[in-house]
Each structure stands twice: as C-alpha cells, then as structure tokens.
C-alpha cells in the first residue's frame, strides 16, 4: 500500500509488552512519506510496567512523528470531523480495546479516535503483535 502523503492515525494500546515492536514501525511509515498522527490510550500512557516507563515511550515516539500524543478523548474525538486521518491503525490493538469497540464502549482516547475516524467512513486495520 502506498503511504506517501497519508495521514495515518497510530493509536497504542495497553499491550506494553509489543511496543519495543511497534513503535518502529511508526518511523517506517514516516520514512515512506507519512505522516503520523499518535494516540495512546490512557494506560499506555500513564502506566509504567516492566516492558518501560510510560514517559520513556511517550518520549521516544514524539520524537519520531514531531507531534505530541493525543491522549484524551476530548482530544481524540475531533479526529473525524477535522478529517484528521486517511488510515486508521491500532497496534497494538489490547483485547480490553478491541472488546470495547466490538460493543460500541467509547471510553478512552483509543476508541474514541477509532470512532471518529469511522465517521468518515473509512475502515480501520487493527493489529495484536505476540511475541
């Protein structure tokens, strides 16, 4: 798939032990020509685990993309009307978060920009990395 001048909306989940993988993968896309918008949801952002220390990722991945995370659902939600996105993915997609959007549970930064991106509609690609 072409990237070149796309705006792709990269939202992390709560699978911290993925990122070391998938944030990477944020900087391929950049090199191909996109631009990439972050999202984190609220765990991934706030929450330090064995895998490493939420300000350490947060870090790691503005300085990738040259944007600060959207973290917020108020900061999520005008992702569709703004037309702020042409591809949507979420990878590491948690179980937690693909439930939650399976049942139309609009509670955190993560799902809410999922559902406003599909206002436009415009599908979404969602990912669970194992290692």
Known sequence: MEVKNKKIGFVLTGSFCTFSKTIPKMKELIDRGAEVI???????????????KAKDFIEQIENITGKKIIHTI?????IGPKKMTDIMVIAPCSGNTMSKLACDIIDTPATMAAKSHLRNRISISYCTIYQ
């Open 38 to 52: 972050p999202v984190m949801s609220y765990n991934s952002y706030s929450m330090d685990t064995k895998f490493g």
């Open 74 to 78: 108020q900061d999520a939600e005008p």
